[in-house]
């Protein structure tokens, strides 16, 4: 199970690298705006806060990878702990969106059913092993 919760917590950590590359790289772009229910006013107007928000999704996936490597070779309390936090502010951050915005829902789903099925398999794998 830790190497499920581990595969888990890395699709959580690609999700989240996306999020970045739309919020902060591609604001502005009819992808990003389509994603987001934008329009190129409301996109222009909050590229900067957009910018940032990205970088706090950045910064969310490292902590998952890092705590993965870490796991990996073999320091399963720091590893554990990295990833623990890393999925654990992914999945809050998906209910903060859901109960926030109920319209986006799928969105919130998207976000946070990955990192929290990663701590549900890493935690029972740890505690069966």
Known sequence: MIVVGLVLAGVAALVHVYIFV????????????????TSRELATA??????NQGFYNLFLAIEAVAGI???????TAV??????????????AGLVLLVS???????????????LLAIIALAAGLVTA
């Open 22 to 37: 739309l919020e902060s790289l591609a604001w502005t772009s009819p992808r990003a705006r389509a994603t987001f229910g």
């Open 46 to 51: 909050t590229k900067d806060l957009a910018f």
């Open 69 to 75: 490597v870490v796991l990996a070779l073999g320091a």
């Open 79 to 92: 590893g554990a702990t990295l990833v623990f936090v890393g999925t654990g502010s992914m999945v809050a």
């Open 101 to 115: 915005s109920p319209s986006k829902a799928r969105a919130a789903i998207v976000q946070l059913t990955p990192p």
